[in-house]
Each structure stands twice: as C-alpha cells, then as structure tokens.
C-alpha cells in the first residue's frame, strides 16, 4: 500500500504546472509562518526542495533574517543523515540524489535542533509519513525531542495511512492550505 501510495502523491505533485507550484509553495510558507513552535525556534532544520518538493526557501531566508540558525540535511556514505550548518550564500553541491547540500560547513548535533521540517510523498491525517523508501529522516528523526512538522501539498494528505514500526510520526504537517495538529 506504502508503496502505490508514494507513487501516486509522486505522480501528482511532478504534474504541477509551474505556476501552480509557485503559487501552492508560497502557501505552504504562509502557512509555516503561523505555527508558533516554528517561529520560535533558535534552529531549525530545513530541507533543500527536489522532486516538486514544496520550495520553502523563502521561509528560510525569512527565518535567517529574523536570526533563527538554520541547518540542512547531509546524506554521510553509509546510509545515515546528518544535520550541518546553513547560511545565506552558503556553498552546495550536490549529492548523489541530486540534491543541493551545504559544503564545508560544521555539523550540528541533533539536540541542538528545536523543529525539523520534513518532506514526503504522503501523510497522514494523525501525522504518519510516506517518504522516498529510503529511510534516511527515520534514522535521523528517531529518539530527537525536536518539533516535526511534516511538509507537503494538500492533495498529498491521504487520511490515515498507518505505519511501520520504524516510521517516525510527524507533530504536525503543514500544506498550501492548513496546518493539521498542535500549533502551539
């Protein structure tokens, strides 16, 4: 089920035209910007947007200004994720998926992270995740105290989807059109 579900919400979102996903990806930073637990971290952990992932760049640029440390996912060569440094204008390249990743810059420790926000193919009304299939932000995300909020489209909720015993659930999960969960 896990797995038709992924590649349905996949299929979705890459029909975006480019207008519908600028327009949709502004929403979901508007959206970002009202949960107060975000706003009020010290650091966040954002994410680089592939895939027709929704682009919250913008909001990272605003959390930076506002002085809100930002870290970035680093994907290490042995199947685990790590979280380093962001700044405006920070040097990337990018990783064997294509995705653009901070370069040469300090690694930050998981409890230094207050929210962690996480993309997906899918979620579910009560928090539950469908991400790549490859497992990196469970590993990551398992035993953090961080606030994570998942990150997608509306049309990518998908009810109650169940999980695994290794999924890791999402605090809330914020869309272009609602945030669902607590806010505070």
Known sequence: MKQELRKQKLRERMSLSAQEYGAMSAAVCENLACVGRITNAR??????????????LPFVNRC??????????FVTGDGEMKAVSFETGCATRKNRFGIPEPHGTCGIEPEDIDVVLVPGAAFGRNGERVGSGRGYYDRFLSGMDAFKAGVCFDFQIA???GGEEHDVGMDVVVTDKRVIGETR
Not at 43 to 56: G, L, Q, T, V
Not at 64 to 73: D, N
């Open 43 to 56: 650091r966040i952990m954002a994410y680089y947007p592939c895939r027709n992932e929704p682009d919250i």
């Open 64 to 73: 930076l200004e506002k002085g809100i440390k930002i870290a970035m996912p």
């Open 159 to 161: 009810g109650d989807i």
